[in-house]
């Protein structure tokens, strides 16, 4: 069972770090090091002894390595060494003026916001059979449902989705059905050595949690919005069918750090994981700079480096046929257009700053190249609009934002009853013992974390389509996916009901996959017309989906 201490938050939250400044300058400190492309493991190790530390742990696919060393001037004399190209600091955390136990990510706020006011759950239908289906409007909202994508293609165990997250609870009856405990894998370990970060008292031993463990909530949740099996009973995810993988680099406490953050990436790149849904971002930065004035040289250094790795580990992913969803984030930012950030650095014992920032800083994962970003909607709300709004607390971005999901928003239906209401945000699976242990009835959320899960899912339910119309290759270029659709759904010209041979969920996935290969081209070329031009067949299809007039 979780420790009461984590009890703050519905989906988890961060134990005390604590500590003290002036014991741990006396101890080693933890560090992240990128080492030049082709570094060998003799001149890596070479390097890092003349500066000073030791290797702890490694990720050979990209060359990024933990080190721990006592040597206060570590920092400068590994930045000397020909083989480091780069030099993140894993934080040794003291106790902040007034910290205590109830601080956690600031991402994560926005879960439980409002939760002081409960409106009253509706009654409502079982569309798929699951008798809390019914108060599912996010798998409503995306044709998720029995007449929908259910009836068509609802995944297979031949399609992984690995879920980078805080784990998974392997045992709830609606993940079990379809979680992968033997290609499961947990990168992170409670209380990580010379770091700070305080996860509370071990489950085990080893303080390595088991693979289908989930002591925080978060990643369980993510885990059935994706994938909860039709069975009866609870809820239903996106792709009911598909393999759920658990890949976990978030702690207990609710932080995500760099090195088990790329471990898991280059994992599912070498082990078949053909969709990885990302609703984090690597902590400490919500935007990483790599020369803002505000910060000091060292914390340059960090940004910079998770920079560099993330973007050489999702590289690594879909170089091998990953498919990479990941959420936008929490704080009402245009992504296209940042102007400040004041969540960074966001562990405890560290204060946040006010920076000014630009569109040169980053969000990673979300921001890496070839990622799929994801902005939330919440619930439609007909008296205003047939179509839903962007939930208030969502990131956005022209240029970023590739498609939008259900995530839930608190404060719809202002001056209603159903304003604030648990319905208003996104039900789905959540582990017993952190229920239990925390006094909970129920696990509904808000978040950019509730809307990836969706996507994650259609993407997969694309690929299942795909592999039945014999089309595996996951760099299928647009023209396959969009005659993968069109042979699904019929000829748009011989039918004029189209919400009823063309689900609302195709128009979802059409969505997801436009920029599913964003080094592929979007339309079939031809050398007598515009390049950018559809063809008639991808017209006829974009029509039928209303994405043309």
Known sequence: MRKPLLCVALLGAVAALSIPAAASAARPHSYVVLLEHGTSAADARAAIRAAGGTIVRSNTAIGLVTVNSASP??????????????????????????????????????????????????????????????????????????????ARQQGS?????????TGIDGSHP??????????????????????????????????????????????????????????????GGVAPGVDLVNIRAGQ????????????????????????????????PWLFNCRANPADSPAEQADQATIIDATTAAVKYARDRGVTLVA???????????????????????????????????????????????????????????????????????????????????????????????????????????????????DAAASGLAAAVAPLSGVVTWAQDVLAGLGIRDSHASLPDVLRALYDLAGDPKETTDVSGAHPKVAAELLSALVEWRKNTPRFPRDPHKDPDEPDQRTREMLRALGYVE
Not at 338 to 344: E, R
């Open 73 to 150: 001037r570590f920092l400068s004399r590994a930045k000397a060494q020909g083989a480091v190209a780069g030099v993140a600091r894993n934080r040794v955390i003291g106790r902040s003026p007034g910290g205590g136990s109830d601080r956690k990510p600031p991402w994560r706020d926005v879960e439980n916001e409002g939760d002081g006011h409960r409106g009253p759950a509706k009654p409502a239908p079982v569309p798929s059979g699951d008798d809390l289906s019914g108060l599912q409007w996010d798998m409503q909202m995306i044709g998720a449902t029995p007449t929908g994508s259910y």
């Open 174 to 235: 609606d993940i079990a059905p379809n979680f992968d405990k033997a290609l499961s894998r947990n990168f992170t370990v409670d209380n990580p050595p010379n770091t700070g970060i305080d996860d509370g008292p071990c489950e085990v031993p080893s303080c390595v949690d088991p693979v289908d463990e989930d002591d925080d909530g978060h990643g369980t949740h993510v885990a059935g919005t994706v994938g909860a099996a039709l069975n009866g009973i609870g809820v």
């Open 327 to 441: 959420a936008e984030g929490n704080e009402f930012t245009d992504l296209g257009h940042p102007t400040v950030d004041t969540t960074s650095p966001d562990f405890p014992a560290t204060p946040a700053k006010t920076r000014t920032i630009d569109n040169g800083c980053l969000t990673e994962p979300t921001e890496a190249p070839g990622v799929i970003a994801v902005s939330s909607v919440g619930p439609v709300e007909p008296n205003i609009s047939p179509f839903p709004r962007k939930a208030f607390y969502s990131n956005y971005g022209v240029e970023q934002t590739d498609v939008a999901a259900p995530g839930g928003d608190s404060r719809v239906f202002f001056g209603t009853p159903q304003f604030n209401a648990p319905q208003n945000r996104i039900l789905n699976a959540y582990p017993l013992n952190v229920a239990r242990a925390c006094g909970e009835v």
């Open 252 to 283: 207990d406490s609710g932080f995500f750090l760099l090195q088990p953050t790329v471990d898991a990436l280059t994992y599912a790149g070498d082990h078949g994981i053909d969709v990885v849904n990302m609703s984090f971002f690597i902590d």
């Open 157 to 165: 165990h031949d399609v992984r989705v690995g879920i980078i997250d």
